[in-house]
């Protein structure tokens, strides 16, 4: 190494953190150099080019150190990442630095062939690693007695191709031009994620009123504002946070997360779904310390920290797909924040004979009216149609007493009936599936429906099981309501 | 979006009109093209239901009672099959879910067309957002008796009027008592299920149109 001003600074960091931190690490550089790099695989490395810095060189490392520390401290205080400094005259060289600050005696290993090939982990370090010459080649060239970074940088060049291939030859050449500047690397720049934001101030002396329309109303300005920013990146937010800024003393303001269902980008639909989370943060402030009918209102932010893909930005002048597009992703958003996911369902049939079978729910999506021809939905036959079924279906079926033309039903049941006499019976259809799925030991399914037509008008379907003695027990399945 | 519907329910009696009155229609047409009112009253658009003999009104409630077992979902559901491209896409709301899809298809229902909710306690709530979304043509709303009560019964059935009207959906609300007569519920057209012979019977009929 030489005296030179190092060009290259490599701040590695022992720990990993999520995407976020990561972010926010390299962005915290931005202070020290435009031009920064990051490393995000292990271990967290963040690169920065020294040049046209205002570099003292008296001590230049200790000072550069501490000026390290002293932004980590002030961003993250007492929760200030470890982090160790490298610096040399090129990213490769600066990172090999922080890891070992006298590199003459580094040991050669896969590890560092692959970190001096590509100190920004760009490629996918596996290939480098499993490099199948330089795995054989390193225990031999150990053999040999060479052993360390120095003693390899001083072999002649010629000599490594047919040894090492091309994969050798790049990294002696790294090796031997270590001196070189950062000049001739091509640098992974690290550019920040661009932050949808938009506030809201109010005047100190004119707050915004903790009421669920007041708050309504100024979100509604910055989803619309966040809405046209949206659109004009053809993207839809797929999680938002507000920041309530207020005058209460122990706490001087209130994050609120919403994590869209379906990605919006309509200001009515974000709105609607925040509609709820505010009214639960006022009613939860109320019940909390009564804070939120007192407090005063200073400031609204609003982040987008998720987008999706968008949708064309292109309004069809003649249709309302978009929109209704919109307003679909929107309700179904609502219903799963407030409901359940599963509790809003389309459904799909499936051909089979067992009612409990014959359909399943299936995650909605829009149905496009213009899309669909009559005859599409006609085309698959399934065994329904084939005869008649009723419109409401028990989860279980119930097991009612058959005597003399009377169905009797059990004392503790729950659904409706007492006591019914059967004008008509029309039936049987068996029904007689479903063997494939049982065990060897488990009688298979057979069951003889019937549509029993009751005296007093209702009209019931069930079935009876097994032999024709047994016909004491029947299970009603549904009924024609 | 265009809307044709005020120019096409001109009244076209006015043989010589005021030309004051005239300059207004024209206005209220052209805003209403533009989007940018809503122009003159338009008279809601009925489908008639075969089954009932009765006309049902648009951005109106419709009750069909009965108890269990008299056929009030199966005359819905004819009422939904018969006009299935008239009304696009519908939502069917019940507060437990019971119903059994398969059934829907002898009436000549698309299930695809169908978006099914699961409200619970929640079931009134998730039929105002249905119906605030605009999207659907029809909204059936299945819930016991006690779901509404524990609220301003009359109340809640106002509101739900009113969102109707504003989506333009036809309301229909499935319940097993009808609503006691002598009280001014807004419902457009009521009936009752015959349970020996499965017809509905009308209670009332709204005379608005």
New interface residues.
Partial sequence: MSSELPRVAAIVFSDQPDERKKSELAELFFRLSPVVALRSRAPLTVFLDLRGLPITPHQFRSSFELKVQALLRRRFSSQAPAFRLGLAQNAAFAFLNAQSPSSDQVALSPELFANLLDPFATLDASILLKDRRIKEGIPLLEHLGIQTLSEFSRLPLESLSARFGKVGLNFARRIQDAQRSADFEAWPLWVPAERLIEELAFDPDRPLAARLDSLLFASKELLERLALRLRARAARASALRLKIRHDKKDQSESLLELRLVTPQSSASGMLASFRDRLSGWLQKSETDDGIATECRILGLEMEVLETAPGRGSQRDFFHRHEEQAESWDSLLARLAEKLDRKSRFQVKTIPRYLPEKSWCAQEPHLFELAAKSEATHLSVVTPHELAMRPTRLLSEPLALIHHEGWLRWPENSATPGRRQRIARWIGPERIEEGWWERSATESPIRRDYFRAICDSGPELWGYFEGPLENFQLFFLHGYFD | ??SVAPILSLDSSHSTPDPESSFQEKLGRLQAITGVSKGPPQSRESLFWQHAQAPVLRGTLTEVSG????????AV?QFLGNHAKAL??MAWIEDRF?????????SGV???????????K?TL??AH??L????FGAVILFMQESTLSTREPSIELRRLQLSAEQSHACVFLLTTQPRPAGVNWPLALQLQM???T?KPETLKRSLVS
């Fill in positions: 979006m265009l108890p269990w077992g008299s056929g009030k979902t199966e559901l696009g896409r019971t119903a059994y899809p398969n059934g829907f298809l002898q698309d299930l695809s067309r169908i978006l099914f909710i699961e409200g619970g929640q709530w998730a957002q249905v605030r979304s605009q999207i015959n349970p020996r499965r």
